[in-house]
């Protein structure tokens, strides 16, 4: 089955400690987005790329980077995570600007981020 | 400020029954809405999605109907299912066309049987 695979599924990681999380997809969508979810809150979009193109929303710290190395793998990256940054991360996709109106996304299960 | 916003945390319905699920937003440049539900340890998958040209969309046992006026747009599941016990998110894409999807907080829907 064609899917969206986010690794690991729990991440724990220390206090100002880089960590990356990962995200593959079999689906061949152009598309793919981060999303970052708090505790009862709505999924909040980080970035996305178009392709190689990388689109960051404005209000992204600084603090989180990202990476697409080819059309199926893309990696998140914390540089110094904080106490704050504990939070489900979503990956996403979509098929491409064809699709965007519509903008039909595909998720992964996530990975949840724990922050000591 | 939160443009989507699903201000019921919770439902609870009786199996067989209509279980309808609210959404406000703020924003006129909306243009597309959608559903996506969600499982537990699962990524939401998207359900159903009303173009902001039409007030009602209709799959199967779901309907989502859209209140221009109001900024309101409601999700109905009839008859709703055990199976159907999730937590619901409504989404909306905006006219920019930029690919980015934003989420309401999303509403906890348990039906029992």
């Known amino acids: 089955d064609a899917m969206v695979i986010q690794n690991p599924r729990y991440q724990v990681t220390q206090f100002g400690k880089p960590v990356t999380l990962s995200c593959s997809q079999t689906l061949n969508h152009n598309v793919m987005y981060w999303y970052q979810q708090k505790s009862s809150q709505a999924p909040k979009l980080l970035f996305h790329y178009y392709d190689k193109d990388f689109n960051n929303e404005a209000d992204t710290p600084d603090n989180f980077q990202s990476r697409r190395p080819n059309t199926s793998f893309c990696f998140l990256d914390i540089r110094s995570p904080g106490l704050g940054d504990a939070a489900m991360y979503l990956c996403?996709?979509?098929?491409?600007?064809?699709?965007?109106?519509?903008?039909?996304?595909?998720f992964g299960a996530g990975t949840r981020l724990s922050v000591l | 400020d939160q443009q989507v916003k699903q201000n019921s945390p919770s439902l609870s319905v009786q199996e067989g029954r209509i279980s309808i699920l609210n959404c406000d937003y703020t924003?006129?440049?909306?243009?597309?809405f959608l559903w996506y539900k969600k499982y537990p340890a699962e990524g939401p998958t998207f359900l159903i999605s009303?173009?902001?040209?039409?007030d009602k969309n209709e799959d199967g046992r779901f309907t989502v109907f859209l209140n221009k006026s109001a900024k309101h747009l409601s999700l109905h599941i009839v008859p709703s299912q055990p199976g159907d016990s999730a937590v619901y998110f409504c989404a909306a894409t905006p006219r920019s066309n930029t690919g980015k999807l934003i989420f309401g907080q999303g509403t906890t829907l348990q039906v029992k049987p």
């Open positions: 996403a996709t979509s098929k491409g600007r064809d699709y965007l109106a519509k903008n039909i996304q595909y």
């Open positions: 924003n006129s440049m909306f243009d597309y």
């Open positions: 009303i173009s902001s040209i039409k």
